[in-house]
Nanobody, 126 residues
């Protein structure tokens, strides 16, 4: 069983930055792609970013491209999401997830992931 714990959320003004972290239990962290999703109030959970198991490939939703950066440190079993130039519409609960082996075409999909964290709240004020 994989456990994921997100941290780093909070309240920030528009234009500001936050760095989210997601720590994973288990020694197989480096074997799997990871993703970040977000869910705003009243909306469905949506893809934000994904990273390959080695970190060499990254993917972003159009809405965050150029502002967010996903990275991972396999020695620390941790994936990060650096969020810059934040906008009020970025307000959401952010979740990290582990993909159990789905191909890259699945990494933007909810069903491409097998384990999820509990989420961390990000609120961007205008």
């Amino acid at each position: 069983q994989v456990q994921l714990v997100e941290s780093g959320g909070g309240l920030v003004q528009a234009g500001g930055s936050l760095r989210l972290s997601c720590a994973s239990s288990g020694s197989t962290f480096r074997s799997y792609p990871m993703g970040w999703f977000r869910q705003a109030p009243g909306k469905e959970r949506e893809f934000a970013a994904a990273i390959s198991r080695g970190g060499g490939s990254t993917y972003y939703a159009d809405s965050v491209l150029g502002r967010f950066t996903i990275s991972r440190d396999n020695a620390k079993n941790t994936v990060y999401l650096q969020m810059n130039s934040l906008k009020p519409e970025d307000t959401a609960v952010y979740y990290c997830a582990v993909s159990g082996g789905a191909g890259p075409w699945m990494w933007s999909r909810l069903d491409g992931y097998d384990y999820w964290g509990q989420g961390t709240q990000v609120t961007v004020s205008s």
